[in-house]
């Protein structure tokens, strides 16, 4: 995700912060030391900081459970409006999904009984109205804080954890598809009705999470189907096969001469026996162009570790590297090693056009 960097590693999944939480804790601290002071504001930041802690303890909840059924986190990523667990795919079966969904809020529930039962904090209702007041008591406020977590989480609200639920629930009768652009029309519907409670109610957190619900379910919408549709076809059917490719040695002049007499917006980079060797990007040599002091070979800037298929590769597995970060194409190789063919995301998309006309003649 950009604007995010990385704190440290904990059980297997990268930690990252969105530059923009820092500007969550300067209001924060700022508004806390106008009403209460320094001591107020260090008191207000740390009771944040908890809070957010509770936030990661609810993805890696998410991410300790999808580990159970082969399913890797990468990253976790904390943002103003909560965190993101970013898992390798979503389980398919209702049964996974529902268990991945609701292992988050269940980890909030344990820690809101700890709070409750072990340090006696008091957090009636009332108080989750009132979260921001510091004479209602530090765990009180962060038991509250978690309830309100669960309760939250498990409206059916796609992609949050109760829409995740609702979706299993009606995948079973109407198969995954159907079942999540459903799902996915019952979470804009409810991001309207966040961000009118967010405009009326003058929460600007509210509006971001009305927003990010909203686009986040039409995206998962989109890809859900996506992946449906390119299940059983072969990596062969969207390849790319009439492309310029470039070589290691060639000169950074080379590469961006083959940019303006070419369409590409990725080239191959083909060493012996034209076994691929990387990919170098429109982005990347925009960059180099105007670098100083300047690259001189495309092998100084061409991207390495390109993932690569088969022929008869699934163009479902080639969807998902292409869905990893910094992917920009997955090489399609021969038996032999040799490099065949590419495939990108934009030439998915052209694929998915093109035989959706071929479909309804």
């Given at each position: 995700?950009?604007w995010?960097?990385?704190?440290?590693?904990?059980?297997?999944s990268?930690?990252?912060?969105?530059?923009?939480?820092?500007?969550?804790?300067?209001?924060?601290?700022?508004?806390?030391?106008?009403?209460?002071?320094?001591?107020?504001?260090?008191?207000?930041?740390?009771?944040?900081?908890?809070?957010?802690?509770?936030?990661?303890?609810?993805?890696?909840?998410?991410?300790?459970?999808?580990?159970?059924?082969?399913?890797?986190?990468?990253?976790?990523?904390?943002?103003?409006?909560?965190?993101?667990?970013?898992?390798?795919?979503?389980?398919?079966?209702?049964?996974?999904e529902?268990?991945?969904?609701?292992?988050?809020?269940?980890?909030?529930?344990?820690?809101?009984?700890?709070?409750?039962?072990?340090?006696?904090?008091?957090?009636?209702?009332?108080?989750?109205?009132?979260?921001?007041?510091?004479?209602?008591?530090?765990?009180?406020?962060?038991?509250?804080?978690?309830?309100?977590?669960?309760?939250?989480n498990?409206?059916?609200?796609?992609?949050?954890?109760?829409?995740?639920?609702?979706?299993?629930?009606?995948?079973?009768?109407?198969?995954?598809?159907?079942?999540?652009?459903?799902?996915?029309?019952?979470?804009?519907?409810?991001?309207?009705?966040?961000?009118?409670?967010?405009?009326?109610?003058?929460?600007?957190?509210?509006?971001?999470?009305?927003?990010?619900?909203?686009?986040?379910a039409?995206?998962?919408?989109?890809?859900?189907?996506?992946?449906?549709?390119?299940?059983?076809?072969?990596?062969?059917?969207?390849?790319?096969?009439?492309?310029?490719?470039?070589?290691?040695?060639?000169?950074?002049?080379?590469?961006?001469?083959?940019?303006?007499?070419?369409?590409?917006?990725?080239?191959?980079?083909?060493?012996?026996?034209?076994?691929?060797?990387?990919?170098?990007?429109r982005?990347?040599?925009?960059?180099?162009?105007?670098?100083?002091?300047?690259?001189?070979?495309?092998?100084?800037?061409?991207?390495?570790?390109?993932?690569?298929?088969?022929?008869?590769?699934?163009?479902?597995?080639?969807l998902?590297q292409?869905?990893?970060?910094?992917?920009?194409?997955?090489?399609?190789?021969?038996?032999?090693?040799?490099?065949?063919?590419?495939?990108?995301?934009?030439?998915?998309?052209?694929?998915?056009?093109?035989?959706?006309?071929?479909?309804?003649?």
């Amino acid at each position: 995700m950009g604007w995010s960097f990385p704190i440290g590693r904990f059980l297997g999944s990268e930690i990252r912060i969105h530059a923009t939480f820092f500007l969550l804790l300067l209001w924060i601290g700022v508004a806390a030391y106008v009403d209460g002071g320094a001591l107020g504001a260090v008191v207000s930041i740390a009771f944040i900081l908890l809070l957010f802690a509770c936030v990661v303890a609810h993805e890696f909840g998410h991410a300790l459970m999808a580990r159970r059924y082969g399913i890797e986190t990468p990253d976790i990523t904390l943002l103003p409006i909560g965190g993101v667990a970013r898992l390798d795919r979503m389980p398919e079966k209702p049964g996974q999904e529902i268990a991945v969904a609701l292992a988050g809020p269940a980890v909030n529930l344990v820690i809101w009984a700890v709070l409750v039962f072990v340090f006696r904090a008091e957090t009636p209702m009332a108080e989750l109205e009132n979260i921001d007041d510091p004479g209602i008591g530090f765990l009180g406020r962060l038991a509250a804080v978690n309830l309100f977590l669960v309760l939250f989480n498990m409206l059916p609200s796609f992609p949050m954890d109760g829409g995740r639920v609702f979706r299993a629930l009606l995948s079973i009768p109407l198969g995954r598809v159907r079942a999540t652009e459903v799902a996915a029309r019952t979470g804009q519907l409810m991001a309207f009705v966040f961000g009118f409670l967010g405009l009326i109610g003058g929460s600007p957190i509210l509006l971001l999470i009305a927003f990010f619900v909203f686009i986040a379910a039409t995206a998962e919408s989109s890809d859900v189907a996506l992946r449906d549709m390119v299940r059983d076809v072969p990596a062969r059917a969207a390849m790319i096969t009439s492309f310029e490719a470039l070589a290691p040695g060639d000169s950074l002049q080379a590469a961006a001469s083959s940019l303006l007499r070419t369409t590409q917006a990725e080239f191959p980079v083909l060493g012996a026996n034209r076994t691929l060797a990387g990919f170098l990007t429109r982005d990347a040599i925009f960059r180099a162009v105007s670098a100083e002091p300047r690259p001189q070979h495309v092998s100084e800037v061409m991207q390495t570790g390109i993932p690569t298929v088969s022929l008869g590769a699934p163009l479902l597995d080639v969807l998902s590297q292409l869905n990893q970060p910094g992917v920009p194409a997955v090489g399609v190789i021969g038996r032999d090693g040799a490099f065949l063919g590419y495939i990108s995301r934009e030439n998915i998309g052209e694929w998915v056009v093109v035989s959706g006309q071929r479909r309804r003649r």
